[in-house]
């Protein structure tokens, strides 16, 4: 019945919080991984499309860990 | 919450199966990807190549419009499918005499193996001995060639997807229609809103989460068609334009025997499959954990 | 027509009849086969090959006849074209030994002989002299059996079908003489099957306007132009440019490169001349001619939609005499395809070819477990004895003497000389270039053609964006530098 | 306007719309029988939408070859093995992701839910060699693998069937209040006991319905089958590839065989018509 009552009032943006995150939805630890692993994965694909003509390939795999650290320890 | 360890028990048979049949091959074609391998080029071997496929498939023109017809096709299709799907759901809502004879002929299209659907939907349309042009042309003067024109022939496989998934979209929402309190709408309408604000500010929102759910299914599914539209227009023609991604795959993996590359497109694909419908996800458990 | 209802007739007392013909009714030395196939009974053997009619009547005949005399059972698996290849192809690579025997198309055996996938059938005989059969020969093949050798003139492949790619036309409409007198009125010149190109288009023009304003169902060619499948790619290259004078594919076999530029000919003035022509048949051609493939092709012209057309000769039987399925029964004329000036000589010169000549054989996979009771099947299939009726009912001839075999020559009568044609003629015809790449720069050149058919592009334009495309394939195949 | 001329109208209304949609959905079916009922020469015919006659040839040389015979049965076997292996696995699968706190639900479920996302053509050459080369046993003819055999494609199927059936089921179970299995349970009843006798009937129609669409979609899969099996195992739906021929694709028979592989399907359906709608819900909606 809870959940009902829930559906007939739709609260935007009500987000967990416990201390401030990154990313705008609540996750736990495989979550921000698999983003982390979704998001090297783009960075190195539009990399390789646009900018490795100019750039090596080794900057987007340091951004993306870069990322991927920032992300797993606080998102 | 009981001892997980009997849940880890009982979780663990489909976990296995899906390990072995479905996680091992991706390992394999994840491998693969990382590939130069052709059974016919000049040397057979299996060569490193880091992610020079990957590479290549960014600027490869045929994949991205593979890529590109794929996605038209499952825009169009189910966009189709949750409109029309979501009329006939509230047309079945009401008891009408006769109501399950026509929603059982409605069922017809799943039940249809997709190769037989594309056989079907290819002699409604082919020209010459199909209905479908035959009778556009002697009533409307109307030339319909989904072999010469390219727009037709994509008109062709978006319509023959509605025609065979929209059934499912149907029953769908009409479960989650039936299911839904009733209290709200009655009170709405006692407050002298109309039926199109009944719609738009009740049972819009309080469906969200089965139109979520279907588009999620819709698009996994609609993203990886390939038998329906293979048959219907031999192999994705004219041209390209009806080359879907799953299509063109298959012809790289089979007639050119380009593993390698092959399998990195399939990742590609998957990819951005699994991307597409994470957001779907995510916004559905919210919705739910809200 | 007489004579072509007793070829029905005949027919159909074959075909009803296979079951109960006998090994021993066709001659065969059944007491030889019988111990020479004692100690593998039992055994099954696998092959896979394509649903077509010849290896229907291997499964269906052949096969019950062989484990009759030998006790060795045989399953052939037939199924579609693309299936084909790929079972074949992964069962060999992963030497899994699922098959005992592979359908090889003549097109690719030269990939799987580059592989090493097929056991030398003639060494394997001379190693084992109690399984060569004396009835069989690898002499008594036509040559279409040196496609299926390597260097040394060993053999690959026990020939089972070949065909050559030939021209039809409606004999009731070409020898009408209303018709004629129209034609001639017309063109200023006589109404016969078309020699060269221009005749053929004027042919193909004169027969649309003449179904137009007759109110029928009749179109001047038939074009194999499915813009999305294989077949069209097959059709201009194997069928049309040779006829033009460019042949394999307008790729250099020197230096393997298509672009005239690199030393191909594939985008090629004359190339481009041919596409173009090809691609002006399609305004005359029945509205199917953009979806059809191989199979609808000759179902087109069965239905008598088509007044002339370039069709695979494994149907010309079918099509000429078969009355539940072919409308134009007794009205099909056979002829060489329309030809640029000096290709006919080039071709008797063996410097060039006038079109397909097709088939395929069977082959032994290295994988095999069976090799020894396979090679008694494949020597079974390659008897002269089995070679008559196999024609009479699939329109396939590997041999010289089955021409002059009674049933075959009633067929050739009733298709006005297709068999006469093949062997008179079939010299001029040749199989698919040795590229051990065939599927793979086929797949790459294609989707221009398709695009050309589709008037996405014009003829000029495919043909090199074809030629840069295969020339950046073979690189990337390792061909070439 | 009154409210019996709104009524007649809307009456009127809904039976304008299904009976459109009757033909819609009901014309390509029929077509398909049609070609069916003629044989290849009528075929060539403008197109006609009437049975004049009907040419059971295409039926009875179906019918009475064994090979296709044998091609059904392998069906009937293959979806009824798969569906009822899914439909149970999923039952136990989705009681544990709905009822114990496992770590990472929400993963395992989406991790699940990918396996059917994969596009299938560049899955099959590692599926081939895991079926011939990991899964085989013994040397020489005496061997057996998993390839071309009928358990093979039901494990198979469980790749596209399975996560589709958890996801169809957890929202079922989920919906099912926990007090039942914990009263249950006070009473000494054991975790299969409470599966068997709560879980269960209450679960019922969304059993049906995954029991349902996990046959449908076993029996009508194509790519894999194909690939995967060649003499033993072969189901109907490769069947129906064997009839485009290089001299002619058998319209004819071809539309008889979709005819006859359609009649099963049917017959499961009608059957179950009402757990469809029942059971559809994917627990996005709980009430």
Redesign the interface.
């Known amino acids: 019945m809870a959940d009902q009552e829930q559906i007939h009032h739709p609260v935007e943006h009500q987000v967990e919080v416990d201390r401030p995150h990154l990313l705008p939805i609540y996750t736990n630890a495989f979550d921000r991984v698999f983003i982390s692993i979704v998001l090297l994965v783009a960075i190195h694909l539009l990399w390789m499309r646009f900018l490795e003509a100019y750039l090596p390939l080794e900057i987007a795999t340091i951004i993306s860990l870069v990322v991927g650290y920032i992300i797993i320890r606080r998102g | 919450?009981?001892?997980?360890r009997?849940?880890?028990?009982?979780?663990a048979?489909?976990?296995i199966?899906?390990f072995?049949?479905?996680?091992?091959?991706?390992i394999?074609?994840l491998y693969?990807g990382f590939f130069d391998w052709?059974?016919?080029?000049?040397?057979?071997e299996m060569n490193f190549t880091g992610?020079d496929n990957?590479?290549q498939l960014?600027?490869d023109p045929?994949f991205l419009d593979a890529l590109w017809v794929t996605i038209r096709f499952t825009f169009f299709a189910v966009v189709s499918q949750l409109i029309i799907g979501f009329f006939?759901a509230q047309?079945l809502l009401?008891d009408?005499p006769?109501k399950?004879f026509?929603?059982?002929?409605?069922?017809?299209?799943?039940?249809?193996?997709?190769?037989?659907?594309g056989?079907?939907?290819r002699?409604?349309t082919?020209?010459?001995?199909?209905?479908v042009?035959?009778?556009l042309d002697r009533w409307f003067d109307f030339d319909f060639?989904?072999?010469?024109?390219?727009s037709q022939a994509f008109l062709a496989i978006v319509i023959m997807d509605i025609?065979h998934w929209t059934?499912f979209v149907t029953?769908?929402m009409?479960?989650?229609l039936?299911?839904?309190?009733v209290e709200?709408r009655e009170a709405a309408l006692v407050d002298g809103a109309n039926g199109w604000q009944v719609f738009r500010y009740i049972t819009l929102?309080?469906?969200q989460?089965?139109v979520?759910?279907v588009l999620f299914?819709r698009i996994?599914?609609g993203?990886?068609t390939?038998?329906e539209i293979n048959m219907l227009?031999?192999?994705?023609?004219?041209?390209?334009?009806?080359?879907t991604?799953?299509i063109h795959?298959?012809?790289?993996?089979?007639?050119?025997?380009?593993?390698g590359y092959?399998?990195a497109?399939?990742?590609?694909?998957?990819?951005l499959?699994?991307?597409a419908?994470?957001f779907l996800?995510?916004s559905?458990?919210?919705?739910r954990?809200? | 027509m007489k004579k072509l209802s007793l070829l029905v007739v005949v027919i159909a007392v074959v075909l009803s009849g296979l079951s109960i013909v006998s090994a021993q009714d066709m001659g065969i030395d059944s007491a030889w086969w019988e111990t020479a196939g004692a100690p593998y009974a039992g055994t099954v053997l696998h092959g896979v090959s394509e649903s077509t009619p010849p290896s229907n009547y291997v499964k269906d005949v052949l096969a019950p006849m062989f484990e009759e005399m030998t006790g060795i059972r045989v399953d052939l698996e037939t199924t579609s074209w693309d299936q084909m290849y790929d079972k074949a192809i992964k069962d060999m690579e992963a030497g899994s030994g699922i098959y005992d025997f592979v359908y090889i198309e003549q097109d690719i055996i030269y990939g799987y002989l580059a592989n090493d996938y097929l056991v030398n059938q003639t060494q394997a005989l001379a190693a084992a002299p109690e399984l060569a059969a004396p009835e069989f020969s690898f002499d008594n093949f036509t040559t279409f059996i040196d496609y299926f050798k390597n260097a040394d003139g060993d053999v690959f492949g026990i020939p089972m079908e070949a065909f050559v790619k030939i021209y039809l036309y409606r004999t009731d409409l070409f020898e009408n003489p209303d018709i004629q007198a129209a034609f001639e009125a017309e063109y200023g010149y006589p109404l016969a099957p078309a020699t060269t190109h221009e005749q053929y288009r004027q042919i193909a023009e004169f027969f649309t306007a003449y179904g137009e304003a007759n109110d029928m169902e009749l179109w001047g060619t038939t074009v194999q132009a499915a813009s999305g499948h294989p077949s069209s790619f097959y059709e201009f290259f194997e069928s049309i440019a040779p006829t033009f004078g460019v042949y394999n594919w307008g790729i250099n076999m020197e230096n393997w490169k298509a672009t005239v530029a690199n030393g191909g000919s594939m985008n090629s003035d004359t190339a481009k001349e041919a596409l173009a022509w090809w691609l002006g048949n399609l305004p005359f051609a029945p509205p199917e001619a953009t979806s059809s493939t191989w199979d609808e092709v000759a179902a087109s012209f069965a239905a008598g939609r088509a007044a002339q057309g370039i069709v695979y000769g494994e149907n010309a039987a079918w099509i000429a005499t078969d009355p539940e399925r072919s409308v134009v029964v007794g009205n099909v004329g056979v002829a060489l395809p329309p030809l640029s000036e000096g290709v006919l000589a080039q071709a008797e010169a063996d410097e060039g070819y006038i079109g397909y000549y097709d088939g395929g054989a069977f082959g032994l996979p290295v994988s095999s477990l069976n090799q020894e009771a396979a090679l008694l099947w494949m020597q079974f299939v390659g008897l002269p004895q089995v070679q008559a009726e196999w024609a009479a009912a699939a329109s396939r001839i590997v041999m010289e003497p089955t021409y002059s075999d009674p049933l075959v020559v009633a067929v050739d009568e009733a298709t006005n000389g297709y068999f006469s044609l093949m062997k008179d003629e079939g010299y001029l015809f040749a199989g698919a270039p040795p590229f051990p790449f065939h599927p793979q720069v086929r797949e790459v050149i294609a989707p221009f053609i398709y695009q050309a058919i589709g008037g996405e592009i014009t003829a000029a334009e495919a043909l090199d964006l074809a030629a840069a495309a295969a020339d950046a394939e073979l690189v990337n195949l390792g061909y070439g530098s | 306007m009154n409210i019996n001329t709104r009524k007649v109208l809307g009456y009127a209304f809904t039976y304008a719309v299904w009976i459109i949609v009757t033909i819609v959905t009901i014309l390509p079916v029929y077509w398909m029988f049609v070609i069916s009922a003629r044989s290849r020469v009528e075929l060539f015919n403008a197109p006609n939408l009437i049975i004049s006659s009907f040419y059971t040839q295409n039926y009875t040389n179906i019918i009475y070859d064994r090979t296709f015979q044998s091609y059904m049965l392998n069906s009937v076997i293959v979806s009824t093995g798969n569906a009822v292996l899914v439909t149970v696995l999923a039952l136990l699968a989705t009681y544990a992701l709905s009822r114990y706190d496992l770590v990472g639900k929400d993963n395992i479920f989406f991790t699940t839910l990918t396996q059917r996302m994969a596009p299938p053509a560049a899955f099959l050459l590692p599926l081939f060699l895991l079926y011939t080369q990991v899964f085989a046993f013994g040397e020489g003819r005496g061997r057996w693998d998993l390839y071309d055999t009928q358990i093979g494609l039901i494990l198979l199927y469980c790749v596209f069937n399975l996560p589709f059936a958890i996801w169809l089921l957890k929202g079922i179970i989920d919906g099912i209040p926990y007090e039942l299995d914990e009263a249950a349970y006070v009473d000494g009843a054991t975790t299969s006991m409470v599966i068997r006798r709560i879980i269960l009937p209450l679960a019922a129609p969304g059993l049906a319905v995954t029991l349902i669409l996990s046959w449908v979609f076993a029996w009508n899969e194509y790519l894999l089958a194909a690939t995967l099996t060649n003499f033993e195992a072969r189901t109907i739906t490769t069947g129906l590839a064997e009839f485009v021929t290089v001299t002619g694709t058998n319209w004819g028979e071809m539309a008889a065989v979709a005819t006859l592989t359609l009649i099963p399907s049917l017959i499961v359906v009608a059957f179950a018509q009402r757990y469809l709608v029942a059971g559809l819900t994917f627990g996005a909606v709980k009430n």
Not at chain 2, 38 to 44: E, G, K, P, Q, V
Not at chain 2, 178 to 181: G, H
Not at chain 2, 249 to 259: K, L, S
Not at chain 2, 265 to 271: A, E, N
């Open positions: 919450m009981r001892k997980t009997t849940g880890w028990l009982l979780l048979p489909s976990m199966i899906l072995v049949v479905g996680i091992v091959p991706f394999y074609v693969v052709n059974l016919f080029s000049a040397s057979r992610v990957y590479r960014v600027f045929l006939l047309m009401r009408f006769g399950s026509f929603r059982t002929i409605h069922t017809i299209p799943l039940m249809i193996a997709p190769i037989a659907i056989a079907i939907w002699l409604l082919i020209p010459g001995f199909g209905p042009p035959f009778l060639n989904i072999g010469t024109n390219a025609w059934p029953l769908t009409l479960a989650g039936s299911a839904l309190p709200p929102p309080q469906m989460p089965v979520l759910t299914i996994m599914d993203l990886r390939v038998d227009t031999n192999g994705g023609g004219p041209g390209t334009s009806t080359r991604v799953g795959i298959f012809r790289v993996v089979f007639p050119q025997t380009d593993y092959g399998s497109m399939s990742l590609l694909t998957l990819y499959t699994i991307v419908c994470w996800f995510v559905l458990t919210q919705v954990r809200r």
